[in-house]
């Protein structure tokens, strides 16, 4: 931990921390453009009366910067008000919900990984094969299918004509299978595709060229020195897809009836329920930005260049 | 993506050799029975969206009650009356996927040029002006990555009412983030070029420098990019409509029969599946000839694929 390396780590969660006050401001602009949470609060036959009494209770009433300062100052404490609905802390009913976003969302990384490598380290290796055409047709066709429809065609398949698994809902390990692998197709198909060429890259490198002049097997090689060079672009990649798996989860939940954050904002925003919406959001900007800033930093410690350069 | 060495020899020789013409270059292509195949089919799917109102059989949003949930010619009890079938309000599916395919590529038509206008510009200004201008597009593209465009997307539904113009102007606003950091990367490399260092210091303007050394060197990569946001603009319309805050329901787009074929999956499979076949068949064709392109137009990336 040298002083380059503290002065990064603290210009980035600088940074980040800029871009939440960015995500949370947005959000209180577009859902305030939304709809008014009235026609949600008071019943629809309420007296004029009774509609006034329940702006002032909500502090709907106040002008609209006092509002936003009041709501800045409360989501620095983390504190998002009650849901309009339930009556709860919005920030509770988010925080009910993540595990069941979150399992989802490892569920399609680890799906994307488990096949994603293997596949794109056979694919280069078997390269001009029939192995590696299937492989790369593989990647295409995930790279080209809507993540939602996929679902859907799954359950068609595994549930409704085979019976075999659960067509949604939350259970065990069995209800997570079908979400996961629709979540995670599309990052199987970039891991897969980098993997491959990463892999392709390296194998014509000096370093391979050395260690098959020791005389390793090609297994070895393969598997304990080439993949180590070739998954640092994987990195990347699944870096920038934490944000586009949690965003999926969005239509994935809705698709698999599953009860996580994404269902939550989209019924959220239909009940013009503010305080939900805000506070899904800002913990959903806290995930991608955190996943993000992992990924760079474990980064330098994977690549011994990188960490010598910063 | 990395600049090619090629194109900054061809536009800035510096022995000022002819260029070789268009019809030459073209021919020096290789891998055209590929290309050519991927343009063929893209250009097929165009000639659909254009003449669907000659193509389609029947009216996408005329009723049949009586006829409803008749499945595709070729199963039993099919007919060839309704090739695909018919919805649940007895719709004909084929008419609606033929006037799905208008809205898909209108959506890309109008969405992508936007996109790449704004993104392109954004990504200029940040990598050429650097400094205050970068560090503000930086931060905006950081939150379009932690902003879900899809939530976005509701959001602006809830605001304005599902329309064809609101997935337009998500897709732009999300879209453009892709430009910017691909340009951004690019200038940020050409500047320090010496093609451009001479042009500067023969005293030329900001503006043209920005004309005439670096976007002629963006072209290549800028192409490749729209090629390949085709899938995902279209991927983009069909989850928006999905969610209902796409195309209102008088416009039948892909995501929308999807949406509503959900509800009859046990009974009727061709509702949901159809659609998304033809959603897969416009994005694969895209992907290949954008992959296809990027390998035309920089050599040095064709053996690593």
Not at chain 1, 217 to 233: C, G, K, N, S, Y
Not at chain 2, 63 to 84: C, H, I, N, T
Request: hydrophobic share 55%; glycine share 8%.
């Amino acid at each position: 931990m040298d002083a380059n390396f503290t002065r990064s780590l603290i210009g980035r969660l600088i940074q980040s921390a800029l871009v939440i006050f960015l995500v949370i401001t947005l959000v209180f602009i577009a859902v305030r453009a939304a709809g008014d949470p009235i026609t949600v609060l008071a019943p629809f036959d309420a007296s004029p009366e009774a509609v006034e009494e329940i702006r002032q209770h909500y502090g709907l009433d106040e002008p609209l910067p006092v509002q936003y300062l009041a709501f800045i100052w409360n989501a620095v404490q983390l504190d998002f008000g009650d849901s309009f609905r339930t009556g709860q802390p919005a920030m509770n009913e988010v925080v009910d919900r993540l595990p069941a976003t979150l399992q989802l969302g490892a569920g399609a990384l680890i799906f994307s990984v488990l096949v994603g490598v293997p596949l794109g380290v056979i694919s280069a290796v078997k390269r001009g094969t029939p192995v590696d055409a299937i492989c790369r047709f593989v990647a295409l066709i995930g790279q080209a299918t809507p993540n939602f429809w996929l679902g859907l065609m799954l359950i068609l398949v595994f549930a409704v004509y085979f019976g075999l698994l659960p067509t949604g809902g939350t259970g065990g390990i069995r209800n997570l299978i079908l979400p996961s692998v629709a979540l995670g197709a599309v990052t199987l198909a970039a891991v897969l595709r980098l993997t491959r060429s990463g892999m392709l890259e390296v194998m014509e490198s000096d370093f391979i060229r050395t260690a098959r002049s020791k005389g390793l097997t090609e297994r070895v090689i393969i598997w304990r020195h080439a993949i180590r060079q070739a998954l640092l672009p994987v990195l990347t990649i699944l870096g920038i897809h934490v944000g586009r798996v949690i965003a999926g989860t969005i239509v994935i939940e809705t698709v698999f009836s599953w009860p996580g954050i994404g269902r939550l904002m989209i019924t959220s925003v239909g009940s013009a329920d503010y305080p939900v919406v805000q506070a899904a959001v800002f913990v959903v900007a806290i995930v991608i930005i955190a996943a993000n800033f992992i990924v760079d930093f474990s980064y330098r410690f994977f690549d011994p260049r990188i960490r010598a350069a910063a | 993506m990395s600049t090619t060495e090629t194109a900054s020899a061809t536009i800035d020789d510096p022995l000022g050799r002819p260029q070789p013409s268009l019809l030459t270059r073209l021919r020096r292509i290789r891998g055209w029975p590929a290309g050519l195949m991927y343009i063929t089919i893209f250009v097929l799917f165009v000639g659909v969206g254009i003449f669907a109102p000659v193509l389609a059989p029947q009216d996408p949003n005329h009723q049949e009650l009586v006829e409803r949930l008749q499945p595709p010619a070729w199963q039993e009890d099919g007919s060839w009356d309704r090739p695909l079938g018919t919805d649940d309000l007895g719709r004909d599916v084929l008419s609606r996927m033929i006037y799905g395919t208008q809205i898909a590529l209108l959506v890309v038509a109008i969405g992508i040029p936007i996109t790449m206008a704004l993104g392109t510009t954004l990504g200029l200004l940040a990598g050429f002006r650097g400094g205050f201008a970068d560090k503000v597009l930086m931060r905006l593209v950081d939150l379009q990555l932690a902003f879900p465009a899809i939530l976005f997307a509701v959001l602006i539904a809830a605001i304005f009412g599902p329309s064809l113009r609101n997935v337009i102007l998500v897709i732009v606003i999300f879209g453009s983030a892709a430009y910017a950091r691909v340009v951004r990367g690019e200038v940020l490399s050409l500047r320090e070029r010496d093609f451009v260092s001479a042009a500067r210091s023969i005293g030329a303007s900001e503006k043209r420098i920005v004309a005439r050394h670096i976007l002629p060197n963006l072209v290549n990569t800028i192409v490749v990019l729209m090629t390949l946001e085709v899938a995902v603009v279209i991927f983009i319309e069909a989850a928006l409509s999905f969610l209902g805050v796409g195309t209102p329901v008088t416009q039948p787009s892909w995501g929308q029969m999807i949406s509503e074929g959900r509800d009859y999956i046990q009974i009727a499979w061709w509702l949901p599946a159809l659609p998304g076949l033809a959603i897969v068949a416009l994005s694969l064709v895209a992907n290949l000839a954008g992959d296809w392109l990027r390998d035309v137009l920089d050599p040095r990336r064709r053996n690593v694929r």
